[in-house]
């Protein structure tokens, strides 16, 4: 068996959560030994796993179906996690959603992340089978270190019990960026740090406006960072704070759960059935209600989760799902065995 993964657009989403998936999906066929290629030239492979929808995608698709391949696409993106993102992203939304419809019911079989978000693509009338598959995390890149913490807190200059707040994610409304400085308005004794980068052309003004100039003095956008530093500040910080209003899975999660730090997310549907409130994350459904929580998980006034958290991003490591890749592409080549030989007895 050999895997075609098909990425269009590498370089412009590397700072994506798509982009790190398709790093974990290397990793988890390495680990399961199923041999693969990004040679999007290659003619010899069986199953062509495409994760983009851009122009290019929609060619790799033909050509692997006239080429009498197998292709799973892998349903990152959905019409409600398009919205509030980029410049005019709700007008065009709906052209978006069909789309994809159109992109995705051309697979022999999709996977997408969450039981929520196989639930939104189910809803949208598309007839081909769907599994839900984690991204998965990479454990041992997340594991505590003192030697990443102290690099973290030497480049941002913290002091000593300073409380830290950090969030990962594009710059979009849709992640919750507004509430994030909101909050920090409201709460200048502790630090804020939002990592992640989006061009500043792609996005509403008024979002603009907020990571340039129109934010507190303890909120900082420090930008794309990636290595130690960021994987510092994941173990060292007080809390992860991720206020998103909508998402697929959220990779920054695993990778906060991995790094055994205290989680506080927004209460929404895409959580449900592997985060739970209290048990291993803390959840909050406005500013409110985060401004209360915030303060008390930070002052250590209730119980923390963190270590149930890390038990969920096990459960979602990077072999366990190579396995369940494996066992998707297993499905289709066998399906695909089945009908060819059905195909000849009919012909005899």
């Given amino acids: 068996m050999k895997v075609l993964l098909y990425f269009e657009g590498e370089k412009i989403l590397a ?11 290397k990793r988890a066929l390495s680990e399961v030994g199923i041999e693969y290629t990004l040679d999007s030239d290659c003619t010899d492979y069986d199953i062509l796993h495409i994760n983009t929808y851009g122009i290019n995608s929609h060619s790799m698709v033909k050509k692997a179906k006239k080429n009498g391949k197998k292709v799973i696409y892998h349903a990152h993106s959905t019409e409600e996690d398009f919205r509030n993102s980029f410049i005019g992203s709700n007008q065009i939304s709906p052209l978006v959603k069909k789309y994809l419809v159109s992109l995705y019911s051309k697979a022999d079989y999709l996977i997408t992340p969450t039981p929520y978000s196989k639930e939104l693509l189910e809803g949208y009338g598309i007839t081909v089978p ?4 984690s991204n998965g995390i990479d454990l041992n890149r997340f594991e505590r270190s003192e030697e990443k913490e102290t690099k973290f807190r030497e480049y941002f200059k913290i002091k000593e019990n300073q409380k830290v707040i950090i969030c990962v994610g594009l710059y979009f409304e849709r992640k919750g960026i507004i509430d994030f400085v909101e909050l920090a308005r409201e709460m200048p004794n502790y630090r804020f740090i939002w990592f992640g980068h989006t061009p500043m052309y792609s996005i509403p003004k008024t979002i603009r406006t907020i990571v340039k100039e129109d934010h507190p003095v303890n909120v900082e956008f420090p930008g794309y960072i990636k290595g130690d530093i960021i994987e510092g500040a994941y173990s060292a910080a007080d809390l992860f704070f991720f206020p998103s209003y909508e998402e697929t899975e959220g990779i920054v999660i695993l990778e906060a759960l991995a790094s055994k730090q205290q989680v506080l997310v927004r209460d929404i549907p895409v959580y449900k059935g592997w985060l739970k409130d209290k048990v291993n994350c803390y959840m909050g459904n406005n500013n409110e209600e985060f401004a209360n929580l915030i303060e008390k998980l930070v002052e250590n006034k209730i119980p923390n989760t ?7 991003a096990k459960d979602k490591s990077i072999g366990r799902i190579g396995h369940e890749l494996k066992n998707v592409y297993e499905k289709v080549l066998t399906n695909d065995a089945t009908e060819q030989e059905d195909r000849v007895h009919q012909e005899n």
């Fill in 15 to 25: 700072k994506s959560g798509i982009g790190r998936a398709l790093e974990h999906q």
């Fill in 130 to 133: 769907i599994t839900s598959i």
């Fill in 306 to 312: 963190c270590q149930a958290g890390y038990s969920v």
